[in-house]
Each structure stands twice: as C-alpha cells, then as structure tokens.
C-alpha cells in the first residue's frame, strides 16, 4: 500500500503511451504547439469537464517532445499581481536546460470570474510570449472568457470513457496489491462520470479501510452501487422469458419512464424476430402509451405502475423463446431527433438575444435577421466583424454558416 502519496500523482502519466484520457484531440495538439511559429491562433485553449486529462495530457505532450513545462494554475493565485509574479521572466526567457519552452495556464476560468484584470494579463501573455501558450478551462464561456477565446484555437476535451477508467483502476489496484472484485472497479469507473481524477481518488479512499474492494465497498462511497445502465437493462427485458426478471430489469434506471419507452420501442424490431413478436410487443407498447396519456393529462401517477409493466413483462413475454446471441441496442432515433431539435432552437435564441442587444429589437425579429448573416459572411472582412461584435461561439458561427 501507499503512504501518503495521492495516487492521482503516483499515477499521472509521463508520456502518451500511459495517457488515459481523450485521445482524440492528441494529434491535433502536438501539431499545433510543433507549428506554433507559424500558427493562425496565439494560444491553444483546452476545456472540458474536470479530470478529463486535459493537463496531464499536455504534461505528457511536453515529455514526448522533449519541451520544458512551465505549469501555473490561475484558479490558485487569483489575482493579476500573483500570476505576474509567477509567468513575468516565464514567458520571455529561455530555459536554464536550453529546451524549447512550452508554458501552461490552467483554469484560466477561475480567475476570469473573479479578477479582470487577471484576464488582461493572461490576455498579454498570449500576445507577448515568445513561447507557445496552452489554457485550461472547465467552462470556456464563463465570464471573461471572450476576449481569450478569440485569440485561442479552442478544442473541447471530453469525459474519459468508462472502460478506460476501468482498465486503469485495474492496472493501479494490482500495482497496489489490491484484492478487487472486477463489477467494483467497473461500479468505481462509472460512478465517476467520466472524471478519472475522481475515479482514482476512490480507489485510494476504498483501498484505506477494505482488504478487498467488493460491491459491499463500494456502498461506502455514498452512491447506488448497483446501478445500470440502459443497455444492460435492455439485455435483461429482451433474454428474459420470466415475468418477475423483467419487471425488475428497469428498476434503478437513471431513465425516466418516457425515454425507457423510446428505448424499448426503437428496440423490440432488433431484439425480435417475427412478426407476430413484434407485433405483439408493440400492442403491450401502444396500451402502456394510453396510460402515458392518461397520467400527462390527469396527473393521475397511480397508473404509472401499468406503464412499467406493460413496456416490461408485456414486451419480454410477447416473444416464444429466448434469443440467444447479441444484439446491438441503438440510442432513440426520436430522442435524438428531439435533443438536435432542441439544440438548434437554443443556438437560433442565443445568436437571436445578441443581435436584439446590439440592434435593439425584439428577439423574435432578430431571429429574421440570422439569414442576412449568412450571405455577410461571404465577406471575410464582414465575418469577423460580425464574429467580434456579438461574441459568437464557434457552435454559434457553424449555425449561421449552414443556417
């Protein structure tokens, strides 16, 4: 066992075969600080949800090209007179090694909310250094923010996958000599949401009080261990031919009943494979829909009950037998057509309340405006006046593009 060592240390990785994280974006930023010379953006500003790697994997980055880190967290020194004093001589003098330089500024955000002028200064190190600049955020359009995006290539970092999480809690527990069970360390894994910071500290933290790390452990944590997942839940309702396994095959969803629905319903055809299975399954799906109905325009939830178990053993038991073999569950194509729906409507509100700022008219009229944009900004001169003066996000730009 470790002393007092966090294993978050004892485990960051020194290079990019140990890196965990989102690899995703590894070329795309080793380019970047390669070509910084000859780049189109001053700084690389990496955001994402926190222990998404976003620093280590610039630490790993930095080892691999053989650079000279100089790391500083804005959220810790808060002010403009700290963070002077730490990245002053950093940013304009060359290494005591005589490495190339590379220098890193992480959580940018939050010092932006709190002190502007540490923005301003964070600003002019971007533009004075004669190193490449890395930022880090959890929120890149916190308060502040702006002004740093623009002079920044902005790539978004996300949540680690589960089974990495899971793969590396299983190379840590058995450098560790950990007894572990293998659905604790999965339990660990995705409990953590994506956080591998989290994930490991966990481990640490079960490791301290437990020989083993079982499903009993992990209870300690304070969080439902025996959550599951959606596709699981879907692989018990569709194998099953007993009506007590499939009524309990939803409990514990995170789901509400509505998106279990549209997960069955876009299912039973891949599970299911004759008609009058199908058939039969979606019967038991159009009565458990009269009951959504009902409950939506009574509030009767007492019914509720009938929705669960009609989706549940109706379906599982509208089949003959089992199916044997696997079957590849697809996300809700309404679900999903609802959520793009969705997020089209609240870019088109969010560009609409920027232009009725600077025109001074009414959103619903400034939405009628977005077209004009897109024929503006086949001006390049145009485009980034536009860009500069309502602070569009670059989801924002890509709307008006394909608008």
Partial sequence: MAGSETWTEKYRPTSLDEYRGSTKKVDEIQKWIKNWHNRSSQALLLHGPAGSGKTSLVEAIANEQGLDLFETNASDVRTKDSLQDKLEQAVKQRSFTGKKK????????????????GTAYIETIIDESRFPVVVTANDPYANGMASIRRKAKVLEMGGVHTNSIAALLRDIAQEEEIEYE????????????????????????????????????????????????????????????TAETASDATDDLDEDYDEIFEWIRENVPREYQKDHEIAAAMDALSEADLYRGRIRKGQNWTLLKYVYELMSVGVALS??????????????????????????????????????????????????????????????????????HLDLTEDEIEYIETF
């Fill in 102 to 117: 590379l220098i890193l500024i992480d959580e940018i955000d939050g010092m932006t909310s709190k002190d502007r002028g």
């Fill in 319 to 388: 089949k003959d037998e089992k199916y044997s073999g696997f079957t590849r569950y697809q996300y809700p194509s309404r679900i999903k057509k609802m959520g793009q729906s969705k997020a089209k409507r609240k870019k088109r509100d969010d560009i609409g309340a920027k232009i009725s700022e600077q025109l001074h008219v009414s959103i619903e009229e400034a939405r009628t405006i977005i077209p004009f944009l897109q024929v503006l900004f086949e001006r390049e001169q145009w485009r980034k006046n536009i860009i500069d």
């Fill in 182 to 241: 293998d659905a604790a360390i999965k339990s660990i894994a995705r409990r953590s949401d994506g956080d591998i910071r989290s994930a490991i500290n966990d481990l640490q933290s079960l490791s301290q009080r437990y020989e083993t790390i079982d499903t009993d452990a992990i209870k300690d944590l304070g969080y439902r261990d025996t959550e599951k997942d959606i596709f699981e839940a879907l692989k018990i309702l569709f194998k099953t031919t």
